[in-house]
């Protein structure tokens, strides 16, 4: 299959465009995670790009934490077709270059999409933190009370990815 997209770091150029898509996407330019605000725009990440409009198709953001290194927002405008997996790929090799042991993220208990795409590249169930996602939305009303398939959304899975 010929490849339809490249990936390339966040430079400074992109962070408008990375607080467009966020508020599009997320209903806000911040996302809490296991409590802790992030404002994604400001963040490291890969973006990936249309190989033949250069228009972005993908956005992952991630920080570190010690030896962790966290995913923040991963997002594919075409699904199917490997820019999720390429985007995770990109920041396993450069955590791993900056020697972190451990690659995580959160997910909301409604996200069963993202719960099987994770599991099935690695990623296992951690822990649940649970009411952390009615924590959140005191400090995000955009996040909603119910999620896919009607599950209320009330915790957040931390999903890991072994490093070493």
């Known amino acids: 299959m010929m490849e339809t997209f490249s990936v390339r770091k966040i430079e400074k150029e992109d962070r408008d465009w990375i607080g467009r898509w966020l508020i599009f996407q997320w209903g806000a330019e911040i996302v809490i995670s296991h409590d802790v605000e992030f404002h994604p725009a400001d963040l490291?990440?890969?973006i990936a790009n249309d190989i033949t409009s250069q228009d972005p198709v993908g956005l992952i953001t991630y920080v570190f934490d010690g030896d962790d290194c966290e995913i923040i927002t991963l997002d594919s405008l075409r699904e199917g077709i490997g820019i999720g997996n390429?985007?995770?790929?990109?920041?396993?090799?450069?955590?791993?270059?900056?020697g972190c042991s451990r690659l995580f993220l959160v997910t909301t208990?409604?996200?069963?999409?993202?719960l099987r795409f994770y599991q099935k590249r690695g990623f296992?169930?951690?822990k649940i933190n649970v009411?952390?996602?009615?924590?959140?939305?005191?400090?995000?009303?955009?996040?909603p009370t119910v999620g896919y398939?009607?599950?209320?959304?009330?915790?957040?899975?931390e999903l890991e990815y072994k490093l070493d």
């Open 149 to 157: 398939f009607g599950i209320p959304i009330h915790d957040e899975f």
């Open 109 to 114: 208990n409604d996200n069963v999409y993202s």
């Open 124 to 126: 296992r169930v951690k």
């Open 44 to 46: 490291p990440g890969f």
């Open 131 to 143: 009411g952390a996602a009615d924590r959140a939305r005191e400090k995000k009303p955009e996040i």
């Open 86 to 98: 390429a985007l995770i790929e990109a920041v396993k090799n450069y955590a791993r270059s900056a």
